[in-house]
């Protein structure tokens, strides 16, 4: 090995071509999951404030947001919704209606484009009255009953369609239930991504807007969210996720957890994806706005990031953006 001045570092970044052909990473549109927002009603889009750029769309919106993002060369979307409070309850009730808005824009979606791949979020917290991701007793939240519940509409989005079914609430032993109920509905081709290590963030806050859960959450999500100070937990949380049947695993939120991204990697070497959440895109567009950061480089650097931390994708809401800026 030697050292300056035989080596110099800096000889391999003098020119363009000489950086390109030494880069380690590469980011393309195949890298991305476009996280969108959906609402229920005749407003096509409603902007979110916490996230300027943003718009909850509806069930005619979301087919044209479909067809933009295949358009731009975007894989796959990812669909969260806004759910009317007056459908709301203690049991999430409405997690199981067949016709509800996530099943119908599935089945709009897949339709009209049937290229693009379809993720949904397997949850109970846009449905119920206290905005948690399970069922109550009292002040607790009950693991296996929930762990039901969410299988049961695990089955319904993949009857609507979707090809990916993400369970984000962290309850025990979720994906293998799940996983057991679409073997026996038949449904053994949709694909597994568990919100593997789910860290109890303050960075979830605009979506909690976004989707109109942050007025009704009654305390905080500590009991089954990890805690943001453990990282060997999230290694048995991705072992057991993988044990119980998941094809890819995700951790969130993104930037401040590239460590967790890179230990799973190394230790699992499965497909790792990144949320990069709410509040990420958030404070990001805030510094944008105030004209303090540069927002191409910014979104693209944050994105390579999670490239370099050993991510295969990343699911973003700047997904349109950084597709177009990545068009060849
Ligand atoms: C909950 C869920 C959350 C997000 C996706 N699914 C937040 C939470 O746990 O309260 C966060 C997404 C974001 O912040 O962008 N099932």
Not at 223 to 238: G, W
């Amino acid at each position: 090995m030697s050292t300056y001045p035989h080596t110099r570092l800096r000889r391999t970044r003098q020119a363009d071509w000489s950086r390109r052909l030494v880069r380690e990473n590469t980011l393309s549109r195949d890298d991305l999951i476009w996280t969108i927002v959906l609402s229920d009603g005749p407003a096509k889009r409603t902007p979110v404030p916490s996230m300027p750029g943003v718009d909850r769309v509806n069930l005619d919106e979301i087919v044209s947001e479909a067809k933009r993002a295949h358009n731009l060369g975007i894989p796959a979307i990812a669909l969260f919704p806004h759910i009317n409070p007056k459908y709301k309850d203690a049991k999430a009730s409405e997690a199981l209606n067949v016709t509800g808005l996530v099943p119908e824009a599935v089945r709009a979606v897949k339709a009209a484009v049937p290229e693009i791949g379809i993720i949904v979020d397997v949850a109970l917290d846009p449905y119920t009255d206290h905005g948690h991701d399970g069922l109550m007793e009292g002040e607790t939240i009950i693991n296996d009953h929930t762990v039901e519940l969410l299988a049961e509409s695990a089955i319904i989005l993949a009857d609507a369609g979707a090809d990916i079914v993400a369970p984000s609430d962290m309850m025990d032993g979720r994906v293998g239930v799940i996983r057991d109920a679409l073997e026996t509905a038949n449904h053994t081709d949709v694909m597994i991504m568990s919100y593997a290590a789910k860290y109890a963030s303050g960075f979830y806050g605009p979506y909690r807007d976004a989707i109109g859960t942050a007025a009704a959450l009654k305390g905080d999500k500590r009991t089954y969210q990890m805690d943001p100070a453990n990282s060997h937990e999230a290694l048995r949380e991705v072992e057991q996720d993988i044990l119980e049947g998941s094809d890819m695993v995700m951790v969130k939120p993104g930037m401040p957890y590239l460590d967790i991204i890179r230990r799973i990697k190394n230790e699992f070497a499965l497909p790792t994806y990144a949320f990069q959440v709410s509040g990420e895109y958030a404070m990001m567009m805030a510094a944008v706005q105030n004209g303090w950061l540069d927002e191409q480089r910014i979104i693209l650097e944050s994105l390579m990031g999670f490239k370099r931390a050993g991510c295969d994708g990343v699911l973003t809401y700047f997904a349109p953006k950084a597709a177009t800026w990545l068009q060849d």
